[in-house]
T-cell receptor, first 113, second 112 residues
């Protein structure tokens, strides 16, 4: 079984709709991250959480919110989706002790019409 | 200026070729450096960390020049399976430790 899972894997929604992307991990890591990836722009950090009570904005947080429900779960919400939020979204985790390697989920492809 | 810059390519090379990718970073406080590999429409995965002394993992060699804020990746004897996007990744220290900044990636295609 995958260590980092994301649901849904693909989603089509309409402008103005609220949607939630979910991430779960079994690695026991405290740190979790949400990124979006657009062609030619690489991965950009949306939000990150270093533990259950810690939420931080990343590079491009406008239009997004997150919830860290438990150590293993970190959800990303688009309150009112817009077409330029069409992208590939990745969740990642890392261990706070020593190695900053991040482990990514398989991604969620989101299309906002 | 982007924090981490890479030549996006694409690089198209024949099997067996040697290919090198370069990357520059702007934050002099950066402490950890990596190359990640991303296959088409898949998640990024760590390829190798980059150390000041340079390090090698099989056909892959990574180099770091802190003075020039420059990172490189050399792939020798390219295989078809090396076709992917290679992401240069940097982590700052202090309170930003653990946060990664990604370059936009360099696309490599290895052809028969």
């Amino acid at each position: 079984d995958a260590d980092v899972t994301q649901t849904p894997r693909n989603r089509i929604t309409k402008t103005g709709k609220r949607i939630m992307l979910e991430c779960s991990q079994t690695k026991g890591h405290d740190r979790m991250y949400w990124y979006r990836q657009d062609p030619g722009l690489g991965l950009r950090l949306i939000y990150y959480s270093f533990d259950v009570k810690d939420i931080n904005k990343g590079e491009i947080s406008d239009g997004y919110s997150v919830s860290r429900q438990a150590q293993a779960k970190f959800s990303l919400s688009l309150e009112s989706a817009i077409p330029n939020q069409t992208a590939l979204y990745f969740c990642a985790t890392s261990d706070p002790t020593g190695d900053p390697t991040q482990y990514f989920g398989p991604g969620t492809r989101l299309l906002v019409l | 200026r982007k924090e981490v810059e890479q030549d996006p390519g694409p690089f198209n090379v024949p099997e067996g070729a040697t290919v090198a990718f370069n990357c520059t970073y702007s934050n002099s406080a950066s402490q950890s450096f990596f190359w990640y590999r991303q296959d088409c429409r898949k998640e990024p995965k760590l390829l190798m960390s980059v150390y000041s002394s340079g390090n090698e993992d099989g056909r892959f060699t990574a180099q770091l020049n802190r003075a020039s804020q420059y990172i490189s990746l050399l792939i020798r004897d390219s295989k078809l399976s090396d076709s992917a996007t290679y992401l240069c990744v940097v982590s700052a220290g202090g309170t930003s430790y653990g946060k990664l900044t990604f370059g936009q990636g360099t696309i490599l295609t290895v052809h028969p």
